[in-house]
């Protein structure tokens, strides 16, 4: 049965309308009614004054407010607007206006050069899927077709992108149309990321005890403070938690333990390097040169 749950984002002005079941594949941006060719339910929205633009991709409608009204006024009638029209209507477009989506695939390398991260269009999955091996793959066809290349070490999947890992026998620029043009033609072709049978793999975080602040030196006391007040909430609003391991004041490198859905994902690295790190160095210059992460 069809849902939608309501969500908030950083943006105040901006509304997630989140469905359990896939609305759309690609990404559709609207600014006003006229650009909204192919779905009446949008040319309704921009019908309602506070309506400034419309995203839709995957199973979410975002929408962005005029300042004329606060969310908590308007929001769960825009939700019941929403449902009552996806259950009469099979679809949120209308099915001869709507184009076909072209799949499109691009290479994104990773602090790791080890690893690069294949980014499309489409929604993949909403799991997060880590095959680490050929074994681990029967269940996650397009998993098991990417191990037939014989320099893939690792998959990652998540939502619209897959991270492969390569051994050290070939270096990127000689593999990467291959990969790219193997992925566009399998999502293309719709063939399937995962079974009916597959079963994510249930990791077992072990308990670590936060470090009492009370006994850091001053720095530690600053790390800590930065880390609980800037990066803990965007990481435990993706699942996971980030802990103050050590400081060492000689080498200014900074331990932290990441768990949860950041632990073992090649994703945490990239969060790593460009959030982590660079906070601590802005608001800590000169003080900060590295930080590593331990996964709990």
Not at 180 to 196: A, G, H, N, V, W
Request: hydrophobic share 40%.
């Amino acid at each position: 049965m069809l849902k939608i749950n309501i969500e908030n984002t950083n943006n105040p002005t901006i509304i997630k309308f989140v469905a359990n079941s896939i609305l759309t594949e690609g990404s559709f941006e609207y600014n006003n009614v006229e650009e909204v060719h192919n779905s009446t339910l949008i040319q309704q929205l921009f019908h309602l004054p506070f309506v400034k633009k419309v995203f839709v991709t995957a199973n979410f409608m975002a929408i962005e407010r005029f300042n004329i009204v606060e969310w908590d006024d308007v929001q769960e009638e825009l939700k019941t607007i929403i449902e009552n029209y996806l259950k009469v209507n099979d679809s949120l477009f209308t099915q001869s206006d709507q184009k076909q989506v072209v799949v499109e695939v691009y290479g994104e390398s990773t602090p790791n050069p080890s690893v690069m991260k294949f980014v499309t269009n489409k929604l993949l999955t909403s799991q997060n899927i880590e095959v680490t091996n050929l074994e681990d793959a029967n269940e996650v066809p397009v998993a098991k077709a990417l191990f037939d290349f014989p320099f893939v070490k690792e998959v990652f999947i998540s939502e619209n992108y897959v991270s492969i890992t390569k051994n050290n026998t070939v270096e990127w620029f000689e593999i990467t149309t291959a990969l790219r043009d193997f992925l566009k033609m399998y999502i293309s072709e719709s063939q399937p990321i995962i079974t009916e049978k597959f079963t994510p793999k249930v990791h077992v975080i072990p308990e670590v005890e936060p470090v009492a602040i009370e006994n850091l030196d001053d720095i530690s006391q600053e790390i800590v403070a930065i880390l609980d007040e800037y990066i803990k909430p965007a990481v435990t609003s993706d699942g996971g938690n980030i802990m103050f391991q050590s400081y060492n004041t000689q080498t200014k490198t900074v331990n932290v333990i990441l768990q949860g859905a950041c632990s073992g994902c090649p994703s945490s690295t990239i969060t790593l390097k460009n959030g982590i790190e660079a906070t601590l160095k802005q608001l800590l210059p000169n003080k900060i040169e590295e930080v590593i992460a331990i996964n709990g």
